[in-house]
Protein backbone atom coordinates (compact mmCIF):
# COMPACT_ATOMS: atom_id res chain seq x y z
CA UNK A 1 0.00 0.00 0.00
CA UNK A 2 1.54 3.17 -0.72
CA UNK A 3 2.47 5.38 1.66
CA UNK A 4 0.80 8.90 1.07
CA UNK A 5 1.09 10.95 4.40
CA UNK A 6 -1.97 13.29 3.35
CA UNK A 7 -4.33 10.67 2.50
CA UNK A 8 -6.27 7.60 3.29
CA UNK A 9 -3.09 5.59 1.90
CA UNK A 10 -1.43 6.57 5.20
CA UNK A 11 -3.51 4.12 7.11
CA UNK A 12 -1.22 1.40 9.12
CA UNK A 13 -2.48 -1.40 10.56
CA UNK A 14 1.05 -2.95 10.72
CA UNK A 15 0.61 -4.21 14.86
CA UNK A 16 -3.16 -4.57 14.55
CA UNK A 17 -4.93 -8.43 14.95
CA UNK A 18 -6.64 -9.55 11.83
CA UNK A 19 -9.82 -10.68 12.76
CA UNK A 20 -10.95 -13.20 9.57
CA UNK A 21 -14.40 -13.51 9.00
CA UNK A 22 -16.68 -14.57 5.68
CA UNK A 23 -16.42 -11.14 3.80
CA UNK A 24 -17.31 -11.01 0.27
CA UNK A 25 -14.78 -11.47 -2.19
CA UNK A 26 -15.46 -8.14 -4.46
CA UNK A 27 -14.91 -6.04 -1.31
CA UNK A 28 -11.18 -4.44 -1.85
CA UNK A 29 -11.36 -1.84 0.59
CA UNK A 30 -13.34 0.02 3.20
CA UNK A 31 -11.73 2.64 5.89
CA UNK A 32 -14.41 2.97 8.76
CA UNK A 33 -13.67 5.50 10.77
CA UNK A 34 -15.29 5.29 14.70
CA UNK A 35 -16.36 8.11 16.99
CA UNK A 36 -18.68 7.94 20.36
CA UNK A 37 -19.61 9.79 23.19
CA UNK A 38 -18.77 13.44 21.92
CA UNK A 39 -21.04 14.80 24.81
CA UNK A 40 -21.54 18.67 23.59
CA UNK A 41 -22.46 20.59 27.04
CA UNK A 42 -20.38 21.25 29.99
CA UNK A 43 -17.50 18.39 29.53
CA UNK A 44 -17.13 18.80 25.56
CA UNK A 45 -13.44 19.61 24.69
CA UNK A 46 -14.48 21.62 21.49
CA UNK A 47 -10.21 22.11 20.67
CA UNK A 48 -9.85 17.98 20.89
CA UNK A 49 -12.88 17.30 18.63
CA UNK A 50 -11.46 19.71 15.98
CA UNK A 51 -8.26 18.08 16.11
CA UNK A 52 -9.83 14.61 15.50
CA UNK A 53 -11.87 16.01 13.01
CA UNK A 54 -9.14 17.28 10.85
CA UNK A 55 -7.06 14.27 11.51
CA UNK A 56 -10.50 11.88 10.10
CA UNK A 57 -10.77 14.21 6.98
CA UNK A 58 -7.40 13.52 6.23
CA UNK A 59 -8.01 9.88 5.99
CA UNK A 60 -10.73 10.54 3.90
CA UNK A 61 -13.03 7.43 5.26
CA UNK A 62 -16.15 5.99 3.15
CA UNK A 63 -17.90 5.77 6.30
CA UNK A 64 -18.27 7.53 9.57
CA UNK A 65 -19.89 5.74 12.55
CA UNK A 66 -21.32 7.51 15.50
CA UNK A 67 -22.37 5.57 18.23
CA UNK A 68 -24.26 7.97 20.13
CA UNK A 69 -24.38 10.51 23.20
CA UNK A 70 -23.96 13.44 21.11
CA UNK A 71 -25.11 15.54 23.81
CA UNK A 72 -25.30 15.69 27.34
CA UNK A 73 -28.29 16.25 28.30
CA UNK A 74 -30.44 16.35 25.37
CA UNK A 75 -30.81 19.99 25.20
CA UNK A 76 -31.15 22.13 21.73
CA UNK A 77 -28.87 23.89 22.39
CA UNK A 78 -26.46 20.72 22.80
CA UNK A 79 -27.93 19.23 19.72
CA UNK A 80 -27.72 22.50 17.54
CA UNK A 81 -23.83 22.55 18.47
CA UNK A 82 -23.25 18.53 17.95
CA UNK A 83 -24.56 18.81 14.59
CA UNK A 84 -22.34 22.08 13.97
CA UNK A 85 -19.28 19.82 15.23
CA UNK A 86 -20.69 16.53 13.57
CA UNK A 87 -20.82 18.66 9.70
CA UNK A 88 -16.35 19.15 10.19
CA UNK A 89 -16.28 15.70 9.46
CA UNK A 90 -16.36 15.46 5.73
CA UNK A 91 -17.80 12.11 5.02
CA UNK A 92 -20.47 11.41 2.52
CA UNK A 93 -21.85 8.37 4.73
CA UNK A 94 -22.67 8.96 7.77
CA UNK A 95 -24.23 6.29 10.07
CA UNK A 96 -24.99 8.24 13.74
CA UNK A 97 -27.39 6.42 16.20
CA UNK A 98 -28.60 7.81 20.12
CA UNK A 99 -27.32 7.48 23.59
CA UNK A 100 -29.04 7.82 26.85
CA UNK A 101 -27.73 10.93 27.06
CA UNK A 102 -29.21 12.27 24.25
CA UNK A 103 -32.61 11.20 25.01
CA UNK A 104 -32.79 13.28 28.41
CA UNK A 105 -35.02 15.75 28.66
CA UNK A 106 -37.62 14.69 26.17
CA UNK A 107 -33.85 14.72 23.66
CA UNK A 108 -35.63 11.80 21.96
CA UNK A 109 -37.82 14.38 20.53
CA UNK A 110 -35.32 16.43 18.72
CA UNK A 111 -32.53 13.66 17.74
CA UNK A 112 -34.58 12.35 14.62
CA UNK A 113 -34.73 16.26 13.58
CA UNK A 114 -31.06 16.73 13.83
CA UNK A 115 -29.45 13.62 12.62
CA UNK A 116 -31.86 11.60 10.28
CA UNK A 117 -30.01 8.89 9.68
CA UNK A 118 -31.26 6.07 7.96
CA UNK A 119 -31.84 2.60 9.70
CA UNK A 120 -30.19 0.86 6.74
CA UNK A 121 -27.28 2.49 5.22
CA UNK A 122 -25.26 0.92 2.25
CA UNK A 123 -21.68 1.43 1.07
CA UNK A 124 -19.31 -0.73 -1.00
CA UNK A 125 -20.18 -4.04 -0.51
CA UNK A 126 -20.66 -3.15 3.41
CA UNK A 127 -24.55 -2.69 5.13
CA UNK A 128 -24.43 -0.46 8.19
CA UNK A 129 -27.53 -1.03 10.53
CA UNK A 130 -28.12 0.92 13.68
CA UNK A 131 -30.03 -0.76 16.35
CA UNK A 132 -31.44 1.46 19.03
CA UNK A 133 -30.53 1.29 22.49
CA UNK A 134 -31.47 4.37 24.25
CA UNK A 135 -34.76 4.34 25.95
CA UNK A 136 -36.58 8.09 27.01
CA UNK A 137 -34.98 9.15 30.65
CA UNK A 138 -33.19 5.86 31.05
CA UNK A 139 -29.83 5.35 31.52
CA UNK A 140 -29.57 1.40 30.85
CA UNK A 141 -30.57 0.61 27.33
CA UNK A 142 -32.74 -2.21 25.61
CA UNK A 143 -33.55 -3.60 22.41
CA UNK A 144 -36.34 -5.39 22.37
CA UNK A 145 -37.84 -8.29 20.73
CA UNK A 146 -39.60 -6.83 17.84
CA UNK A 147 -36.18 -5.16 16.96
CA UNK A 148 -33.82 -8.36 17.36
CA UNK A 149 -35.93 -9.87 14.83
CA UNK A 150 -36.38 -6.93 12.50
CA UNK A 151 -32.45 -7.37 12.96
CA UNK A 152 -32.23 -10.90 11.78
CA UNK A 153 -34.54 -10.47 9.03
CA UNK A 154 -32.40 -7.57 8.13
CA UNK A 155 -29.62 -9.02 7.50
CA UNK A 156 -30.78 -12.03 5.77
CA UNK A 157 -31.21 -9.98 2.98
CA UNK A 158 -28.10 -9.19 2.66
CA UNK A 159 -26.06 -12.47 3.15
CA UNK A 160 -22.98 -11.54 0.38
CA UNK A 161 -22.49 -8.08 1.91
CA UNK A 162 -20.24 -7.60 5.06
CA UNK A 163 -22.37 -6.30 7.79
CA UNK A 164 -22.17 -3.73 10.93
CA UNK A 165 -24.56 -3.11 13.46
CA UNK A 166 -23.90 0.32 15.24
CA UNK A 167 -25.51 0.80 19.00
CA UNK A 168 -24.75 2.75 21.61
CA UNK A 169 -24.55 0.74 24.60
CA UNK A 170 -22.62 -2.69 25.52
CA UNK A 171 -23.70 -6.08 25.04
CA UNK A 172 -21.05 -7.51 27.21
CA UNK A 173 -19.70 -5.56 30.15
CA UNK A 174 -16.52 -3.37 29.64
CA UNK A 175 -13.77 -3.67 32.43
CA UNK A 176 -12.24 -0.58 33.57
CA UNK A 177 -15.72 0.97 34.03
CA UNK A 178 -16.36 0.43 37.90
CA UNK A 179 -19.90 -1.27 38.96
CA UNK A 180 -22.21 -1.97 35.87
CA UNK A 181 -25.66 -1.28 36.55
CA UNK A 182 -26.39 0.40 33.51
CA UNK A 183 -25.91 -2.48 30.71
CA UNK A 184 -28.70 -3.63 27.77
CA UNK A 185 -31.34 -5.62 29.79
CA UNK A 186 -32.09 -8.01 26.72
CA UNK A 187 -28.46 -8.72 25.99
CA UNK A 188 -28.57 -12.02 25.19
CA UNK A 189 -31.28 -12.30 23.41
CA UNK A 190 -29.67 -9.23 21.13
CA UNK A 191 -25.83 -11.57 20.92
CA UNK A 192 -28.21 -14.53 19.76
CA UNK A 193 -29.64 -12.80 17.24
CA UNK A 194 -26.39 -11.08 16.08
CA UNK A 195 -24.72 -14.55 16.01
CA UNK A 196 -27.36 -15.83 14.17
CA UNK A 197 -27.15 -12.96 11.73
CA UNK A 198 -23.81 -13.62 11.16
CA UNK A 199 -23.38 -9.62 11.80
CA UNK A 200 -19.47 -9.29 11.42
CA UNK A 201 -18.45 -6.58 13.24
CA UNK A 202 -20.78 -4.39 16.26
CA UNK A 203 -19.81 -0.88 17.14
CA UNK A 204 -20.14 0.55 20.42
CA UNK A 205 -19.50 3.67 23.00
CA UNK A 206 -21.08 4.14 26.37
CA UNK A 207 -18.75 3.72 29.21
CA UNK A 208 -15.91 5.45 27.76
CA UNK A 209 -13.31 2.69 27.73
CA UNK A 210 -12.25 1.77 24.66
CA UNK A 211 -12.05 -2.31 24.16
CA UNK A 212 -12.61 -5.19 21.89
CA UNK A 213 -14.40 -8.71 22.23
CA UNK A 214 -14.36 -11.39 19.84
CA UNK A 215 -17.47 -13.68 19.66
CA UNK A 216 -17.38 -16.44 17.43
CA UNK A 217 -17.02 -14.97 14.25
CA UNK A 218 -18.56 -11.62 15.41
CA UNK A 219 -15.72 -8.73 16.36
CA UNK A 220 -17.42 -6.08 19.14
CA UNK A 221 -15.20 -2.85 19.48
CA UNK A 222 -16.36 -0.20 21.54
CA UNK A 223 -14.71 3.54 21.47
CA UNK A 224 -13.96 5.39 24.06
CA UNK A 225 -15.41 9.27 24.19
CA UNK A 226 -14.01 11.80 21.66
CA UNK A 227 -14.24 15.13 23.40
CA UNK A 228 -15.83 14.45 26.85
CA UNK A 229 -13.55 15.24 29.86
CA UNK A 230 -15.01 11.97 31.42
CA UNK A 231 -12.38 9.63 30.28
CA UNK A 232 -12.73 6.26 32.39
CA UNK A 233 -10.01 3.64 32.26
CA UNK A 234 -8.19 4.50 28.99
CA UNK A 235 -7.26 8.36 30.33
CA UNK A 236 -6.78 9.72 26.88
CA UNK A 237 -9.32 11.16 24.06
CA UNK A 238 -9.84 8.75 21.33
CA UNK A 239 -11.44 7.15 17.95
CA UNK A 240 -11.02 3.64 16.44
CA UNK A 241 -10.42 3.54 12.31
CA UNK A 242 -11.40 -0.03 10.44
CA UNK A 243 -9.99 -1.66 7.59
CA UNK A 244 -11.93 -3.86 5.96
CA UNK A 245 -10.64 -6.03 3.38
CA UNK A 246 -11.74 -9.25 1.45
CA UNK A 247 -8.86 -10.66 3.87
CA UNK A 248 -10.66 -9.71 7.14
CA UNK A 249 -10.63 -6.92 9.42
CA UNK A 250 -8.37 -4.57 11.20
CA UNK A 251 -8.92 -2.16 13.81
CA UNK A 252 -6.53 0.15 15.35
CA UNK A 253 -7.22 2.85 18.14
CA UNK A 254 -6.11 6.36 17.80
CA UNK A 255 -5.16 9.05 20.44
CA UNK A 256 -6.22 12.49 19.27
CA UNK A 257 -3.22 14.12 18.53
CA UNK A 258 -1.24 11.42 19.51
CA UNK A 259 -0.32 7.61 18.10
CA UNK A 260 -2.33 4.73 17.38
CA UNK A 261 -2.52 1.23 19.23
CA UNK A 262 -3.66 -1.78 17.64
CA UNK A 263 -6.73 -3.65 19.82
CA UNK A 264 -4.64 -6.40 21.04
CA UNK A 265 -2.34 -3.82 22.90
CA UNK A 266 -5.42 -1.88 24.17
CA UNK A 267 -6.71 -4.46 25.66
CA UNK A 268 -3.67 -5.98 27.22
CA UNK A 269 -3.70 -6.32 31.02
CA UNK A 270 -5.84 -3.28 32.87
CA UNK A 271 -4.63 -0.64 30.84
CA UNK A 272 -5.11 2.79 32.69
CA UNK A 273 -2.68 5.25 31.26
CA UNK A 274 -1.71 4.95 27.18
CA UNK A 275 1.88 3.71 27.28
CA UNK A 276 3.09 7.11 26.02
CA UNK A 277 2.61 11.04 27.21
CA UNK A 278 -0.48 12.07 27.00
Known amino acids: MPNDVNGRRALKCANTALFRANLNEA ?6 AHISDIHCGPEFQRNVFETAADEINNLEPDALVVTGDLTENGLLSQYRLAREVIGLIKCQKKVICSGNH ?45 QVVWLEQTMRRYRKRMKVVAMHHHLIQVPDTGPDNIP ?28 RWNLKETQIIHAGTLSSERLRGFYAHSYNIIE ?17 LGFDEVVKGRVRLPPFRP
Do not use: M
Not at 27 to 32: K, N
Not at 112 to 121: I, N, T, Y
Open 184 to 211: VVDAGDTLRGIIEAKVNLVLGGHRHRPW
Open 102 to 146: DYRSTGYLLFRKFFPSKQVVTSNECVFTIVSTARPERNDGEVGHR
Open 27 to 32: LEQLII
Open 244 to 260: VTRGGIKAKLRIVGGKS
